[in-house]
T-cell receptor, first 119, second 114 residues
Framework: DTGVSQNPRHKITKRGQNVTFRCDPI?????LYWYRQTLGQGPEFLTY????????KSRLLSDRFSAERPKGSFSTLEIQRTEQGDSAMYLC?????????????????FGPGTRLTVL | GNSVTQMEGPVTLSEEAFLTINCTYT??????LFWYVQYPGEGLQLLLK?????DKGSNKGFEATYRKETTSFHLEKGSVQVSDSAVYFC?????????????FGQGTTLQVKP
């Protein structure tokens, strides 16, 4: 399977615990994105990597959240001291870089997501 | 800032009915526009896209035209099927930022009854 994979698919944790999610992008894609989707809403951007460099973080990403992409391949998203408000679907997407023209779009391919429930 | 607004759902139609899901946007620069679909239990899939004004994206019988004058990108299909039942998301990418991040609308649930 050459699609984007995410693990685990479901995570139930107690408030105050730390959780870590993993995303494996399509192998030749150098861009990787994390989004969060709450019930009844569209996905919201969290952060973006180009290769191993984290180039943008949303204000939604509080200091309890940290993301890494150590070798420019897979990525992890860690949430420390989880809160009930962190309950959501966490989506990962990957794409290749556009060409020299910024108007050339490259499709983002989404993984199935990790559903987090904080009790 | 950039934003996307979609019509609220759910939209309930009978099979073979005509579908329109409205989408309007606010953006600086020259965004690319997309429709994504999320079938029950599955991840987001790109349905169609348009990268400049007056472009028409089309796929699987769905169409949407990038209208800069009305800042709209309405999704249409002439004859829906039960298998089209899903959640549809309109999204934009602000090309001037060069990150490619997507800004999504809240989603519209489509239910097609046989």
């Amino acid at each position: 399977d050459t699609g984007v994979s995410q693990n685990p698919r479901h995570k139930i944790t107690k408030r105050g615990q730390n959780v870590t999610f993993r995303c494996d992008p399509i192998s030749e894609h150098n861009r990787l994105y994390w989004y969060r989707q709450t019930l009844g809403q569209g996905p919201e951007f969290l952060t973006y990597f180009q290769n191993e460099a984290q180039l943008e973080k949303s204000r939604l990403l509080s200091d309890r959240f940290s993301a890494e992409r150590p070798k420019g391949s897979f990525s992890t998203l860690e949430i420390q001291r989880t809160e009930q408000g962190d309950s959501a679907m966490y989506l990962c997407a990957s794409s290749s870089s556009p060409g020299f023209s910024p108007l050339i779009y490259n499709e983002q391919f989404f993984g199935p997501g990790t559903r987090l429930t904080v009790l | 800032g950039n934003s996307v607004t979609q019509m609220e759902g759910p939209v309930t139609l009978s099979e073979e009915a005509f579908l329109t899901i409205n989408c309007t946007y606010t953006a600086t620069g020259y965004p690319s526009l997309f429709w994504y679909v999320q079938y029950p239990g599955e991840g987001l899939q790109l349905l169609l896209k348009a990268t400049k004004a007056d472009d028409k994206g089309s796929n699987k019988g769905f169409e949407a035209t990038y209208r800069k004058e009305t800042t709209s990108f309405h999704l249409e299909k002439g004859s829906v099927q039960v298998s089209d039942s899903a959640v549809y998301f309109c999204a934009l990418s602000d090309n001037s930022s060069n990150t490619g991040k997507l800004i999504f609308g809240q989603g519209t649930t489509l239910q097609v009854k046989p």
